[in-house]
């Protein structure tokens, strides 16, 4: 069945650690996103990718970095800089034809 | 004005009502909008796609109001499996590509 991978489901970060969260897709979806979800502020963009070796920066990419080297991944990577890091981790993918997105099930990410 | 704006609720309901939630947007450039419907601590999930004509599917009814630049989702005999959190989505900036989400309304229905 098509969908989207993220892995791991839950990830434990240490303070001043770097770490990349997985998102695949086997939809055969052009443009992919990465949202962050915290309690009672829905879902904010981070970064998107319209094509390969493409992608911009949503409305709050800081302390983030991400690479499209490949039509099916879009990973994610929560660096050091980003203060604040402990939240819920969603990736999308959308058709270039249909409208809405489809989400991955989510990386839980907490620092410990 | 936020981009996006919904009632946070919480929407306590009995089996069997029928229940409205509204959601505003800021862009009137906006074609389409969608709702999604999360469950605790899973991804969204996409629920129905709203355009100029609304959307209907069984229980569920979904308008646009361009005027008063809002949307609607209508639940009709509300069943416990409808308790969920109802984020709604509208292009960002008028892009299609890219959706700007509320915060979400949190519907609960009791037995």
């Known amino acids: 069945d098509g969908g989207i991978t993220q892995s791991p489901k839950y990830l434990f970060r240490k303070e001043g650690q770097n770490v990349t969260l997985s998102c695949e897709q086997n939809?055969?979806?052009?443009?992919m996103y990465w949202y962050r979800q915290d309690p009672g502020q829905g879902l904010r963009l981070i970064y998107y990718?319209?094509?390969?070796?493409?992608?911009q920066k949503g409305d709050i990419a800081e302390g983030y970095s991400v690479s499209r080297e490949k039509k099916e991944s879009f990973p994610l990577t929560v660096t050091s800089a980003q203060k604040n890091p402990t939240a819920f981790y969603l990736c999308?993918?959308?058709?270039?034809?249909?409208?809405?997105?489809?989400f991955g099930s989510g990386t839980r990410l907490t620092v410990v | 004005r936020k981009e996006v704006e919904q009632d946070p609720g919480p929407f306590n309901v009995p089996e069997g009502a029928t229940v409205a939630f509204n959601c505003t947007y800021s862009n009137s450039a906006s074609q389409s909008f969608f709702w999604y419907r999360q469950d605790c601590r899973k991804e969204p999930k996409l629920l129905m796609s709203v355009y100029s004509s609304g959307n209907e599917d069984g229980r569920f009814t979904a308008q646009l109001n361009r005027a008063s630049q809002y949307i609607s989702l209508l639940i009709r005999d509300s069943k416990l499996s409808d308790s969920a959190t109802y984020l709604c989505a509208a292009p960002w900036g008028g892009a299609t590509n890219k959706l700007i989400f509320g915060t979400g309304t949190l519907l609960a229905v009791q037995p």
């Open positions: 939809l055969n979806h052009d443009a």
């Open positions: 990718s319209q094509i390969v070796n493409d992608f």
């Open positions: 999308a993918s959308k058709d270039t034809f249909l409208e809405g997105y489809t």
